[in-house]
């Protein structure tokens, strides 16, 4: 069971909006920046945004990245084949036990 | 550019202990917080440990709390993870990771799997 809260699977056909969302808490997103990340098959994870919304340098605009109180979302627009993926969702996370990065379930974006 | 090269995984017997290695290049080790995170065959990830830039600070997951130990030799540009008291739900891929400067992971090493299975 995750920290963070994904939907386990979106689907869209190519140039269509997909949103992913991610709900946390107070004590992960709600006080920390949310970050983003894509992981094609077989491949490690790749950051796609942090600071809740701004992407690295190479990453296409048709990604974008929101947040408002303990909830983000990841948009893809104009989506193309080569986004089927897996995208997680993270945070640092502030508990008793200590600090630790929280990750939500991921979910797997299919392109029909 | 950044590289990050984890070695060390292999299959091990409940209860056994292993070192994996992160061997870092493309950037100035030093100033860097670095991660461990896993991945299940099939599953999500899972962050296991962080240590601090100087290595003075580390956190563990619960799940690995007392069982393993992050360390760092700078001299070496290298990273490590000491699992003892290895359990079959600690088979998975181990990633390394950079501490990015946005509260973040910024980069990732390709993993190396671990098996724990009799």
């Known amino acids: 069971q995750s920290v963070l809260t994904q939907p386990p699977s979106a689907s869209g056909t190519p140039g269509q909006r997909v949103t992913i969302s991610c709900s946390g808490s107070?004590?992960?997103?709600?006080?920390?920046?949310v970050i983003w990340y894509q992981q094609l098959p077989g491949m490690a994870p790749k950051l796609l945004v942090h600071s809740d919304s701004q992407r690295p340098s190479g990453v296409p605009d048709r990604f974008s990245g929101s947040k408002s109180g303990t909830s983000a979302s990841l948009a893809i627009s104009g989506l193309q084949s080569e986004d089927e993926a897996d995208y997680y969702c993270a945070a640092w996370g502030d508990s008793l036990n200590g600090p630790s990065v929280v990750f939500g379930g991921g979910t797997k974006v299919t392109v029909l | 550019q950044v590289q990050l090269v984890e070695s060390g995984g292999g299959v091990v017997q409940p209860g056994r202990s292993l070192r994996l290695s992160c061997a870092t290049s493309?950037?100035?080790?030093?100033?860097?917080?670095m991660h461990w995170v896993r991945q299940t065959p099939g599953k999500g990830l899972e962050w296991v440990a962080f240590?601090?830039?100087?290595?003075?600070?580390?956190h563990y997951a619960d799940s690995v709390k007392g069982r393993f130990t992050i360390s760092r030799d700078s001299s070496k540009n290298t990273l490590y993870l000491q699992m003892n008291s290895l359990r079959a739900e600690d088979t998975a891929v181990y990633y390394c990771?950079?501490?990015?400067?946005?509260?973040?992971?910024?980069?990732w090493g390709q993993g190396t799997l671990v098996t724990v299975s009799s």
């Open positions: 990771a950079r501490d990015g400067s946005n509260r973040d992971i910024d980069y």
């Open positions: 493309g950037f100035t080790f030093s100033p860097y917080g």
């Open positions: 107070s004590s992960n997103i709600g006080r920390n920046p």
């Open positions: 240590i601090s830039n100087d290595g003075s600070n580390q």
